[in-house]
């Protein structure tokens, strides 16, 4: 188990620098040239700045001095449009708090809600709570997530004004933990959430159904277990096999997916900043988002698949 | 068994999410303050990141820098009715000129002298003494004499820094003497740069070239004091630059100005409170209030009533509704909102100078490589009669419908100009007789006598810039002149793509290349050209100097800014020296000569020349308005005659403003705006504002 | 123990009932049986019956709606709600908003129906005399509602009539024309040109054909210079531009050069009559460049469903093959290959998207380069499935057996293991096309990726248009996240209904 755990870990970083290496080259080798000033005197003294940054090296020497930069001293870059003169690092760290809250709520709504009106779902198929259930499971995946924070932004805010339109900030919340700004960050919560309870509540239905046509629930019934007991015991315990990889990949789904979520509600979070370096070709803090999205993939994938180890005795990894 | 389990462990959870919800309802108070209070809610689409006054670059960044500082000298109202604008002295108590006293500092800093003037000759225009007041102080308390102002400026322009706003002071037109070699690293003794210190509160600022006393002081309007402690402190290597991070988080921000920064969160809020060291401010029942040093309108009124500033960070919509509900106080209507509010009583509409026009790359090597690439027959730009046809069948009035808050515009230089604005605050440029004349010139337009036009204004008045059989005609000019010539063959299509827009294309820039599509197909009928079709093409990080470059044969920009000096403006089309010029191929402008009428007299200079000669140590620097005025107005006519550039609209900003503040006065005037923040009067304060908004069930109604 | 005689047993010879029923005629295969199954699921045909209908309405609406307005692009009629001007006066489609005015807003908008009814100059219609013909205010209200700033008043006004006046460039052909037919169909086009003086509070407007006070926002003035209320006897005074001679003018040469060209000012609704040869009908409305709405509709939902369905066909077919090999052969080749799908894995869609478009899009255009970004990581998921799939299967019994009788690799891959992976891969398949739609919308949204044009557009770009001014013109969002959401909601139903369908252990399942 160790061994296995030690060798994905070493793959692990292998595929982190694969990518990096990828994503350096592709968006510096985005047509870029340095901005044009106001006047020509202004334009000289912006080309020079960009000569002394090593922006005109070769792309395979600025590559070396970016990774001795990041193993040597931490440093993961200078963001120079977003942020001026601010190390990439410490913008992030700066950005990642609200991010994983928001996130954080939402699943914590949403992986109950979901799972239990999966279960419900499935257990009744095909009477009227399975129907209306999955008539509203279906509206709700298939409504993009920034209609829903229009449609709650307007609604509970515009209209009936329980909830504030964005997050607090931190001066008029006192803190990112207090109940001020969790209550600020209701609206977007439940953005998110929707989309999350929709898709865990039809997972979560697909499998225990089909855990429960199979043989051995047949067994059981046989056997006489009443149809309760048959759940719980048989058929529950396989239909959340795959449950939990969908919890941890639609928390990375979530952190990628909120960039819309982010810019209605006026989040400073991660996503944000992702977009915005894209766009004003920020290179060091593009890089150092790219990364951190990829390590929690990986990370995500690697806990995944251990865990499927753990909760699956059948499913032995690297087998034949 | 456990599905009952589940269900009770999530109604568990969502009581624990509600709880508190309820808790923070009954403890969660309004964001404004509360009696005797007046905060000025305001949002951005992003927030300022280093408004550090040596290195800011965008709109946001200066908006911060414009409350936490004060400069030397400022612009406000004398006289709202009719529009006169006064000289306030912030920072500064008095600015005067005092050449004639210190010719010797002329001789020591090597000043530039005008064309054919001598020593012996200048009486004004280069030395200035600047007397600072003496209760200005940093928010800390501590006082700021001129050691302060000799050490910001020793740093804005220090060589290891490579200061973005350096250039406003080593070469424009209140550049500092010697300052050029300083910043460049040709001298490291700053003894040589014209800034020098006479006593603790004075200070002596000489420049390098003439400049006139009101554009003297119009250049202290912009600040660069910053306080030395933390600005040093702050310092550090990047690369073979020297950086600071002064200015950019409430740690490293030391204000001078009627407000501090009391605190910012990146990309989320910025909150300014009152600066109770500013020397403006006195105490007044318990609150710090300020009057005005000078006259309003015949009295001293109060000033800076705003006690708290809050910008946050929003997207349009929310914006809107966030306005609506009385928790902004200001709002920018986009342009397809601007229907609905047109009539409200809230609105306030300003011009901008920004005229967007298509420039093109005319050389025909170029085009020929690009027929090549990506266009097919771009080679028809070459010739002057098709660039004038496209100038003159595009219906401008039709193409600003497409999207609001656009007006036609014809000339390089709109509505905003002011060519004497100090003396005469009623010399719009556009309106001048001379600009006029040039204009109706350009398009042909006749007046007087006989003609359908009586007058000049008449004439003026009549153009719009749209002359469909005149395009006809031309049309077929271009074709029969490019068909002798061999670059054309008839009847084959042409598509040139345009380099448009630096983001990717909205559906408004779609809709306006669909009308200049739809405009050339009228104009090429029975012209012997094929279909022509132009293709916009978005998400060009530098269109400006793509076009120069070749990559496109069409560029559609804008050039704008100094409405006070128009006497530099044209040098972005003819200077290449100053400028990197966005047409190309087209001619060049120091070596191709032309020749204007100067008070009678025919003059020839090349056009590089001509357009430094209003200007810095040109010929006619010093000459009076009028002189200035005729020659601009010709050199702009004579530029638009040869069609590089073609001028087609500029646009409108449209603001609204809460129930909650009310402008000082309500009629614009360039200089002054409305009255800005420092005027600005407040109608309820915040604790009766939240009541007026509830008592109206929350929603507002504006249009 | 009784003694039970012998006689009293009879010998039971329920041949026909005991005996098996012979088993039935028909062998059902794998697809018939799934089609039985499809066809009992009325949830997935009622899905299916709206896509075909979905598709239908995208290939046929070109057909009946007009696509290239006479004139071409129609900018002033643009974001407006749905209009069928046939004078059913249906109140969905008669164009009508709702809105709030102050006292000055409501009149000028009664003002543009004064104007209109004005053709001959005199001013001297008032509110109450409106004809139907030109109605501006549908339902009008004089009822002053919330006591602020002066009193408001709403009133419902028609849309495509608040368009009013504008002023035009013509030929004198051109006029003459249009001249000639207002005389003939007695519907009035040219409308008397306003005089630019201090009265004429924008001169590049023009519904301000009554006097204004400039320095007082506007308001519109008698000939005393005192302002004008609003009641039902309200007249407005007259701005007109007159000649020497005090006549109307209806046109003025402009411009320089032979000056052919004649300013004009037209009732733009009789203009668009005059030109198309009937009154504007749009029955969805129009979107925010111009055009009709239900054409845009219809070119986006071919648009995303060619996306779509392409990169689903594609990811199925590289994500199967990929996945069956990994999962079937486990061990080494299993692992390299799973660290070749990791490492595109973790490539973020996003800027896989945005670099594609930046580097891709002015090569190959903007919609292969989109495709390729899909594919390029799209398929993983599929891979990962199949695998999955391929993981629970192959140690079945049957499995076992068939190896043990010596059936190849691939025949084991393709006959026994992959017809039960079927229901999840198809199902997957299908479900990834409502999820590509998804994606490119929020894309679009974010502005990274534009596939609107003058002739195409994409669902994600129309609500990226309407985003930022839903609140107002509800239209432009509600109908293309109604449809959005259908066909989702429909792909997703149709999705279910064939992983029921394609699920052979469900046979005989109720």
Redesign the interface.
Known sequence: MIKYILKRLI?ML???F??IT??FM??R?????P?????????Q?IL??WE???YNKPLLVQFGIYLKNIFTRFDFG?SWK?????PALELLV??LTPTVLVNL?AL??SI??G??LG??AA?KKNKWQDHLI?TLV??F????S??YA?LV??FL??KL?WFP??IY????AGGWFT??M??SM?LPVLALSFGQIAGLC?FTR?ELT?AL??DYMLLARAKGLTR??A??RHA?KNAMV?ILPMIISSFIGIL??S??IE????I?GVG????QS??Q?DYDVFMLN?IF??LT??LA?IVVDISYGFIDP??KM??? | ???IS??I??LT??LC?LC??C???T??SG?GGGEGEYTYHTYSSALG??WNPH?W?VNADSAILGYVSSPLVDVSIKNSTDGVYTWVFEMAESVTDVTEQNKGDLEKYKVTLPEGKALSDITEGYVFEIKLRRSAAWENGEEINADDYIYSMKQLLNPKM?N?R??LF???ESALAGASDYYFGKTDDFGAVGLYKVDDYTIRYVTQSYIDYNYFLNSCTSPWLVYEDLYEAGKRE????T???YG?SAETTMSCGPYRL??I?????A?FEQNPEWYGYEEEDGRLVSYTDFEVDGERVRQYQTTKIII????E??AK??F??G?LSEWTPSADELSTYSSSDRLYKNSETYTMSLFFNTNVNTLKKLDAQSNKNSIVLSSKSFRKALSLCIDRSKYVSATGAFIPEYALLNGLYFYDIYNDPTSSYRASNAAMTEICKLYGVKYGEGETHKTLADAYSSITGYDPSSARALMKQACDELAASGLYRRGEDILIRVGWAK?ALSADDNRQISLLNEFLAAAAQGSGFGQITLEAVGNI??R??AVPAGEYAIGYGAWG?AAFYPFRSLQVYMDP????INEAGCYDPKTDKLTLDVNGERVTKTWQEWSGSLTGSGMYSSADADTRLSILAQLEGAFLETYYRIPLCSSTTCVMLSYQCDNYTEKYNVMYGFGGIRLLRYNYDDKDWASYIKRQG??LSYE | MLNIPKEKFELAEDTDRIRHSPPPARHVGYFADAWTRFRKNK?SITASVIIVGIILFSLLTPLFVRGEKVGGLDSYYSKKGPYLSSGLNIPFFDGGKSRSFNARGLLHIYGISLGACDGDGTGNVSIKEISDTYKTVLTPTYKVIGSYEGGRYKARIDTYAEVGFVYMQLTREEYANIAAWQDQNNVRVLYPLIASNQFNPDINDANYWYRADTSSKNQPIDLNGNPIKLSENTRLAENYERDAEGNLVYAKRVGGGDGEALRVRVLYRNYYIYQNGAPPSFILGTDSQGYDLALRLSEGIRLSLFISVTVSLINFLIGAVYGAIEGY???LP??ILE?IA??L???????VA??FQ??LSERLGKIPSLLFAFVLTGWIAVASRVR?QF??FK?QEYVLSARTLGASDARIMLKHIFPNALGTIVTSSVLII?TVI?NE??LS????VNLGSSDTTSLGTL?SEA?NI??NYPHL?IIP?LV??????CF??FG?GL?DAL?P??RG?E
């Open positions: 793959l292998f595929t982190l694969v990518v990828l994503c592709l968006i080798a985005l047509p870029s040239s901005p044009e000033g106001s006047s020509l005197a202004q334009s003294m020079e700045r002394a940054l090593g200078t977003i942020s001026k003169t601010q700066g950005r709520y914590l709504l109950p809600v799972i239990a279960i419900l257990i999955s279906m509206f995946v298939s409504v993009p920034y209609i229009f932004q307007y805010f515009f004004g339109q964005t900030s931190l001066s008029d109940g001020k969790l209550y209701a039809r697909a089909e046509t199979s309760a007991h759940t719980t529950l795959p990628g997916g960039l819309v810019s209605i509600f006026s400073p944000q900043l992702y977009v894209v766009q070709r790219s999205y990829t993939g990986l994938g059948r499913i690297g087998e034949r | 068994m456990k599905k589940v269900r462990f999530s959870l969502l999410i508190p919800t808790l923070c309802l403890s969660c964001r990141t280093n290195t670059e490579k973005y350096a250039n080593y070469s424009e990047v690369g073979g630059l950086v600071t991070n950019t009391s605190s969160q990146p990309a989320k809020q909150v946050d960070v929003l997207d919509q929310s509704n966030a609506l509900r928790e983001g990080e530098n400006y100097a800014g020296d100053q400028y990197s929350n929603t | 949830a052969f486990g061990g299993d692992l660290r990791d490492v894995a973790c490539v973020p869609f996003i800027v945005t670099l930046l580097h999955t993981y629970r140690r409502p998804l919308s929020m949204f974010l502005g990274i609500l985003s839903w609140t969002m996240a959005i959401s259908l066909l989702m909601i997703n139903l279910n992983r699920n252990s469900l399942v």
